[in-house]
């Protein structure tokens, strides 16, 4: 592709990956072929000559997902080098969920091999979208804060970053016009069966008629403000007990604050297997605590929790 200058949309995609993405390491991008992604890609390229390489991931679930894969590394092969990579995707939690452990499990191997960050395209309305979603669950303060710029994996070398998560989705469609660059858009965006698609295509419309475009940009905002609060109570509470031990104190859980306690638990069952774990399950624990009267074992999904000799314990 031939160099001129960076139009207004490309330039804010460049400052920003400029201002979040660490410039000491080398920048592995995940890229679908969608909209951001491909925006991110490109401005990824621009910022950052060199350092940089695409990572295609084919999940398999399209008829035509290698044909698309291909067309997208070809978009980018002036730009960056760029490998695409089969996924293999289970079914554990739900066709979302299954797809993204598949695609970040790709893009955690490949950083492995060279140290280097991820980036991925989540914009400003995924923020807002995810808010929302947050909200119909009946989500706490660190669902609602929603996604954060860095995530640290499993492996502490390894970060997942968010550079154009204030940005909005508009922003990177102007950029891939002002480069030339043709995405794809995924149908499974589309599908009414997905809570997260439902919300996109159906409420968030409704909520920016009626209440302004700015509603995206407010909803995105409270999830940072509650990010701030949610890192509070999360040291708080790491400060409370040390939830590596297979026991907890009845006597510690049971003097903290609420909005410590129902922390503190989740973190300890967390720790020892528990899984998709909601405020149901935390509630049926916290009973074993603030109401006991002898009553026996809670199961809960992965993990079996009963109360002895003043403890909660593993079962």
Partial sequence: MAKRALGPATWELVRAIRAHADPERAWVVGCSGGRDSLALTM????????????????HGLQPDSAQVAARTAAQLADLVPTEVVRAEVGSAGGPEAAARSARYAVLAAEASRDGAEVLVGHTLDDQAETVLLGLTRGAGARALAGMAVRTSWTDPALELVRPLLGVRRETCARACEERGLQWWDDPHNEEPAFLRSRIRTTVMPVLVEQLGDRVVESLARTAELLGDDADLLDELTADAADVSQPALDCAVVAELPAALRGRLILSWLRRHGGRDLGQVHVGAVERL?????????????GIRVLRRDGALRIG
């Fill in 43 to 58: 401005a990824a390229a621009l910022a950052r000559p060199g350092g940089v390489r695409a990572v295609v991931v084919d």
């Fill in 289 to 301: 605590v603030l109401d006991w009267h002898g009553q026996g074992p809670v199961d809960l999904p």
